[in-house]
Nanobody, 124 residues
């Protein structure tokens, strides 16, 4: 069974940066593409970014383009989300997810496993 554990969230001022990490265990990491999603109170869980199993292709939601960068270290079984120029509207719980489809995709149903999330709060 795959386990995903996110870390790196916290409280940051607007304009600041954070790097989220997600550690994967239980299966072969390189069999999965990985994604990041976020969910603010009272809203649906929205796609942020995704990366293929070899790290060669990434895809970001438009609102994150130029500010957020997804990457992975296959030796460390870890996927990262670097977030720069943070805005108060980025405040949410951030979740990582693993997809056996191998694709970079914003479709939640294509992700097989989910972490429990890490809180990111951006103050104005």
């Amino acid at each position: 069974q795959v386990q995903l554990v996110e870390s790196g969230g916290g409280l940051v001022q607007a304009g600041g940066s954070l790097r989220l990490s997600c550690t994967f265990s239980g299966r072969t990491f390189t069999d999965y593409s990985m994604g990041w999603f976020r969910q603010a109170p009272g809203t649906e869980r929205d796609f942020v970014a995704s990366i293929t199993s070899d790290g060669g292709t990434t895809y970001n939601v438009d609102s994150a383009s130029g500010r957020f960068t997804v990457s992975r270290d296959n030796d460390m079984n870890t996927v990262y989300l670097r977030m720069n120029s943070l805005k108060p509207e980025d405040t949410a719980v951030y979740y990582c997810a693993a997809s056996s489809s191998g694709a970079v995709t914003p479709i939640r149903d294509l992700y097989d496993y989910w972490g429990r999330g890490t809180q990111v709060t951006v103050s104005s």
